[in-house]
C-alpha cells in the first residue's frame, strides 16, 4: 500500500496515525482482463486505486463505445456522478487488461473522513484535480484539431498506444478509428 499512500500525499500532508487509519478500510482487489466493475443500472458503491492494469471508462450510445477515460496506476477511480449522486450508472468500467486495485466503500469513506481532517481534504483536493482534469479534456474536444489531440495524448500518455485497442483510443479522442489511421500515416509520413 505504499503506492497509496504516496499518491494521498501527493495532495497533503497526512500523519501516520490518520493514514494507518484510513489504510485498514482499503481492500486490495484483482479483475482478470475483460472484467467489469461496473455496468449501467448497477449503483457504485466504491472507490478505487489503481494499483497495476488499465481500465475504461465508457457509455454505448446508439450500438458504439464513447470512451471517456482510461484509468491507469496511479489513478483513483470510479463512476464519480452515480458515485456523488447515488443513482444507477449508465456507464461501464472495464478492466482491459487483469488488474489490481485498492478499492473502499462509500461508508467506510465517510467513517475515515469523520475520523480525519487531513483525509478529508485529501478527498475535497482529489475531486478537485478531477473536476480540473475533466474540465481541460472537454476545453480540448472543443478547442483543438483532431491531430492536435492525438499529439497531446502521446505525448501526455504515451504508453496507452501500446496498452489499450486502438479502436478506443480513437473513441476516446472522438475520431472513428479510420480517422485515427490517417492521423498516424500524415505524421508518419512527415517524420
Sequence with gaps: MEDLKKKIRSFTEVCDSD????LRFFRKKTF?????LLKPDQYIGDFYFMKEGCVSYYTVEQGTARVMEFFTE????????AYIQEIPSVAYLEALE?????????????KVFDHSHQLE???????QRTFVINFQRINQHRNLT?????LELLKKRPTLFQRVP?????????????????????LSEKG
Design 121 to 127: 481534504r485529501f478527498g475535497r483536493l482529489s475531486m
Design 74 to 81: 496511479g489513478y483513483f477511480f470510479t463512476d464519480l456522478y
Design 32 to 36: 482478470k482482463k475483460g472484467a467489469f
Design 146 to 150: 483532431n491531430q492536435e489531440r492525438y
Design 98 to 110: 487483469d488488474i489490481t486495485v485498492y478499492t473502499i466503500s462509500k461508508t467506510d469513506q465517510q
Design 166 to 186: 486502438q479502436y478506443l483510443i480513437a473513441s476516446y479522442l472522438g475520431l472513428t478509428p479510420v480517422g485515427l489511421s490517417k492521423i498516424r500515416k500524415r
Design 19 to 22: 493514514m494507518e487509519f484510513g
